[in-house]
């Protein structure tokens, strides 16, 4: 029945912001006047591109979420991802793409809700009739803060109805093992098992089992070859077959048409890159591919730089193109410094996770973050599940500058409430005032990468066969 | 990138519960208990079929959520919907299943993103290539609180991506007319126009029209036989043709297999109720009908509180069987009452909305309500869109007893921060203590409302052209 009577009294209040105890500036300014606590004010140290690119977004939003609608109609979202982006000021883009997200332990509880309604429709289209999955932690069992994800990611995938189960890839876990967390939750990890062409769990076979783990070691037989079972996100996207330079080649095409869509110039949002297939650091191999795609970098940087009247020195990152957890990542400001590495740099940079070799390398333009929380560098990390943005943090540290990698020992994570904000744009006011609008920015970039990472899989799924049989290969020899 | 280093502080906070500065109790005992602010303690009076079943609803939520995955692949959930609920302790059940709901106004802020996705989720499904959408409200555009209504509800339209105006059906509005909220938004109302087989407002031809008009006065000629655009709810949802009798029949099917799902007696879930389709209150045709089928309902209900020890007093509602707005509705103790109606009690009976004439009535058990806010009487509604839950509040007034009709001059509402709630069961603690739990339960059997509403909209589909017609001829008449 309707309601045609007045309530008693406005009762309604907004989530607390979690950034409402920190303070959030842009550099070059005073402090910043936090005029309303419930939602912080970023003050913007520039007037020009990032207002205007903000405002695109902002204006463009019905245009914007058709789009995606449309895009949505012929591609598959991966089931979950996370986005680092930075943003410059001037530039807003994505510097990474990562489709086993390790921090929904960080994202404000607020959101869970939004989470747990994002994951009943990736399981809809999934598989509409599933009863059980089988979650596929990291080998490490032994990293509370990532099993607090674990843990984390298990209670919204249990929200959704399912039975989860969380199995383990690793040696060390011969049977179910309970772990306590620091906070109350208990987690019990098992380990994988096979029978015949279907795995699961001691008693237990999953229709579909969700990774957690990059497969930074290779693609495990365990997982190879099943009947009837789903594995998503699906084995390509695992660093033994995925390279950054495939997902930033898919990311072109589409910050291209976006560009369009919202009349800008494209590299406003994309960092540009250069790849090189055949490095070796410890053989000196590789040094003049390096060099050459260092330099072909910085100068179209530095015509953009021109272009856009942009002071800042233009740097590069040099990351392994295979690889995660900010591990073989080098900042370059000219080509010179890679042809005189010394042993030690030469050593950081041979090797990532689970010492994968490095021998294929991408050299991105860096973007360097011009937001801070508690005077301290920090960049947005935005977090998905199916289409839909479920969450962000900001990635912050104390000790590094704008423009280094602030994925790195020291960091710590400052929950967004993203809930009121990357889904719903002030369309009142201006960018500028707004940090709901900056957010909702925020959620527009980082679906494009997911986007193109839906896209990047596609064109990808070939591979698994082959690539992986080399890298296991690789990985044993 | 994953997140490998430690937060450095815990710095969640969960949503305030817009329900801490009120209390809320169970009579029959003491002032409640509120020891945590962020979520008010229920207090049951009751430790028999209540616990009983909102513990098996809790336990069985692996199997329910399933049970609605694949039910949601078969039947397409209306675009929205609002259930009233009552919950008498030893059963909870729908009493009314609105499906124009009219109070978006009275959710909780923090409910709007879940709202907005899952507005974008039922965009998707009606027509992904949408840009505009034309939202038709009540005809009443002086009642300031239906207003906040139509703007909150053209906010959560807006955020997804939506071009959205308001196209009115009242003959009042002849220009475009701009209205100025309390809360300061401005609503836009303009009269809808036909042009040929498609219908919106001035310049503006949607895709699909929305309508939150319940078509009390039949189906207006400017919406028939469109071409190629969609209207939702369909037409057949309005109550030109819609009956209370035909929800609750299908209901009947829904609850018993539900019931059977989690092992209840499908009573616990579902009011009882029987239909006279040809009563007359002003000519007192149609009484023994009424009489018979009172006496049938309340028989029915003697028989269940035998068996489940309850010692309340058994009562029913009448009510028009194609009606809203709490109009027309009738408590009844015992058969006799309606045999000797005096006028005035005729009067109100006989007409609903718009003038209409009451002819067909829905004899319905009625189901007190065990639960209180600030000491008054209060019955929980639960908002839905597409298939999800996006909010919900108390429906509360505090000069009505337990057993009485609360949609009413005099009520109000308290918003549910049912964003935490609903579709977040605490699994690990008992239904008894946690309010959490208590409104899962109020989402599932809500759901179960919105199922029964998806399978009569499919059954009553063949009715718009007849009925319809019927119906505006007995306006006119």
Redesign the interface.
């Known amino acids: 029945?309707?309601?045609?009577?007045?309530?008693?009294a406005p009762?309604?209040?907004?989530?607390?912001n979690?950034l409402a105890?920190h303070s959030l500036a842009w550099p070059r300014r005073s402090e910043p006047v936090v005029s309303n606590p419930a939602v912080p004010r970023l003050v913007t140290a520039n007037a020009g591109p990032l207002l205007a690119l903000e405002q695109k977004i902002v204006d463009a939003?019905?245009?914007?979420?058709?789009w995606?609608?449309?895009q949505?109609?012929d591609h598959t979202p991966p089931f979950y991802g996370s986005v680092?982006l930075r943003n410059a000021g001037y530039k807003l883009a994505p510097v990474?793409m990562?489709l086993?997200?390790?921090?929904f332990?960080?994202l404000?509880?607020?959101m869970?809700?939004?989470a747990?309604?994002?994951a009943?429709?990736a399981?809809?289209h999934l598989c509409?009739?599933?009863?059980n999955l089988v979650l596929v932690p990291e080998r490490h069992t032994r990293?509370l803060?990532?099993l607090a994800?674990v843990a984390r990611l298990a209670r919204i995938l249990?929200?959704?109805?399912?039975?989860v189960r969380i199995g383990s890839l690793s040696d060390e876990v011969k049977e179910p093992t309970r772990i306590e967390l620091p906070s109350g939750d208990v987690l019990t990890v098992e380990p994988l098992v096979r029978h015949g062409a279907k795995v699961g769990v001691a008693g237990f076979t999953p229709c579909a089992l969700l990774l957690n783990n990059?497969l930074s070691a290779g693609i495990p037989r365990i997982l190879r070859d099943l009947d009837d079972q789903i594995i998503v996100p699906p084995l390509q996207a695992g660093w033994a077959i995925r390279r950054k330079s495939n997902h930033f080649a898919a990311y072109d095409v589409i910050a291209a048409e976006f560009a369009q869509l919202v009349d800008i110039d494209p590299w406003l949002i994309n960092p540009a890159f250069g790849r090189c297939g055949e490095v070796n650091f410890h053989e000196r191999a590789g040094e003049e591919c390096l060099a050459s795609n260092i330099d072909f970098v910085l100068g179209k940087m530095r015509d953009k730089y021109k272009e856009h009247g942009i002071d800042d020195t233009p740097y590069v990152v040099v990351k392994a193109d295979a690889g995660?957890?900010?591990m073989g990542v080098m900042t370059v400001k000219d080509a010179s410094e890679v042809r005189g590495l010394n042993r030690k740099q030469r050593n950081k940079m041979s090797v990532v996770k689970e010492g994968l070799e490095v021998s294929e390398v991408i050299i991105q333009e860096g973007v360097p973050t011009n937001e801070l929380v508690d005077n301290a560098v920090a960049e947005p990390v935005v977090y998905m599940i199916d289409r839909?943005v479920v969450g962000g943090f900001y990635?912050?540290h104390t000790e590094r500058g704008r423009d280094e990698n602030l994925?790195a020992?020291?960091?710590?994570?400052?929950?967004l409430a993203f809930?009121?904000s990357?889904?719903?744009?002030d369309?009142g006011s201006s960018a500028g005032e707004s940090a709901a609008n900056r957010f909702y920015a925020y959620g527009v970039i980082a679906r494009l990468a997911l986007l193109a990472a839906s896209v990047e899989l596609e064109r990808t799924a070939h591979r698994v066969d082959s690539a992986s049989a080399a890298v296991m290969a690789a990985v044993a020899g």
């Open positions: 029945m309707r309601a045609t009577k007045p309530p008693a009762l309604y209040t907004a989530c607390p979690d105890r939003m019905p245009a914007i979420e058709r995606f609608r449309l949505w109609q680092d990474d990562n086993f997200p390790g921090g332990n960080n404000s509880e607020g869970l809700p939004c747990v309604q994002a009943q429709s399981i809809e509409p009739d599933a009863r990293n803060f990532y994800n249990r929200q959704t109805g399912l039975e990059d995660t957890y900010g839909y990635r912050v994925n020992p020291g960091m710590h994570f400052v929950p809930a009121g990357c889904n719903l744009p369309c």
